[in-house]
């Protein structure tokens, strides 16, 4: 079923680019010095390429390659910023990737810039909002694990599109469910909402799994609500005490303020950051005082696959709601997030443009993951200024190299990252 070819089999293949952004003809082919660090980095990771996959990370609490190869693995969202990030990483441990999702955003996008879509088993376009359309794909193509990341993600476009943002977030997470609930091929789903699905008192520590939804923005609440519909389905369909006759294990997981390459969406401040210092204009901070909860694009992502291996394996212990959150040293304010990011970039200033007036976001909001920790021994590899670094060197790259390589090598980068 596989159609496409991980790294290794094309690692100087020149990523699809657009029209704007230049690639000197030097940087066509990789250096010998990079061809044989690919190589090392490619072993870390598990790639497949005829190759004897490396060490099984499942142990270290992250995803195992021997695990993942040959896994029919369905993705929402691939298009998105975290779905390509999730789609080359699962496509290089050897799985049969299905994407699905609306077009890329922007010309820039990791996805259009990795040329994943190229590589998977199928890129398929459809709207989770239309129901018949992905039940059909579902037939088609007979996933057994489902990841469901696609959504309308961005807070102060909900203001302006709450119907849109219920429609994509409730209905479309439905949507989801009943066609893993009538494709019998299916055995996990992993349903991505957000650490925004709680019900924010501000409070100084962290959020934990059993704590109540909530959400006062319609982007927030549309996530809780969300929360609400998988439980609801997960105890009337497909409940952990008759697993036997359902066979399906569903899991939702919550992850933080989350940085990476390859992410240009509107009101986000590493993309903002970007724009500006690559513009030479200084960086605007609308929040400088709101504190987040940071992590890199990997964090997350590899925390979804390991729940995913363990729900496959006991589908009746893992079925409940997660949180992958970065440590309590990586919860930091806006401002000093953006200062990171000019310092990491070689210069740069900030400027304040808080407004009174603006649209509520919430100002404190942190995720207990002592759950993750302690029962799949998941916990992050990175710091803070780990991956702003990871970040802005994405950036500092992505106009003279080809993409898809950047990122296979920041994932291997990445696994090896040990900040304790």
Known sequence: ??????????????????????????????????????????????????????????????????????????????????????????????????????????????????????????????????????????????????????????????????????????????????????????????????????????????????????????????????????????????????VGEHGKSIASVRAGNVIGGGDWAADRILPDCIRALEAGRAVGIRSPRSVRPWQHVLEPLGGYMTLAQRMWEEPAAYCEGWNFGPRAESVAPVWEVASEVVRNWGGGRLEDLSDPHAVHEANLLMLDIGKARFRLGWEPRTNLAQGIALTVDWYKRYRTEPVYGLCVEQIGEYMGCDVR
């Open 1 to 242: 079923m596989t159609s496409g070819r991980s790294y290794a089999e094309k690692r100087t293949a020149d990523a699809r680019m657009p029209a704007d952004v230049e690639r000197p003809e030097a940087a066509r082919s990789l250096s010998a010095k990079r061809e044989k660090k690919m190589k090392r980095l490619q072993t870390e990771i598990g790639s497949t390429e005829g190759r004897k996959p490396g060490p099984d990370a499942a142990s270290a609490g992250g995803p195992s390659g021997g695990f993942w190869r040959g896994k029919r693995v369905l993705v929402t969202g691939h298009t998105g910023f975290k779905g390509s990030w999730l789609a080359i990483w699962l496509h290089e441990l050897g799985a049969e990737v299905v994407g699905v999702a609306l077009d890329p955003a922007t010309g820039r996008d990791n996805y259009v810039l990795s040329g994943i879509g190229r590589r998977i088993a199928a890129d398929l376009r459809a709207d989770i909002r239309d129901g018949a359309a992905l039940a059909g794909i579902f037939a088609q193509w007979r996933p057994e694990i489902v990841f469901h990341l696609a959504a309308q993600p961005l807070v102060r476009l909900s203001y302006e599109r709450p119907v849109e943002t219920y429609e994509t977030n409730v209905m479309g997470t439905v949507h989801v469910l009943e066609a893993i609930r009538a494709t019998e091929s299916v055995r996990v789903g992993v349903m991505i909402t957000t650490d925004k699905c709680y019900e924010n008192r501000e409070q100084v520590w962290g959020y934990r799994e059993n704590e109540p939804m909530g959400g006062y923005d319609p982007y927030s609440s549309s996530k809780g609500a969300a929360e609400l519909a998988i439980a609801s389905w997960r105890r009337s369909y497909f409940n952990p005490e008759r």
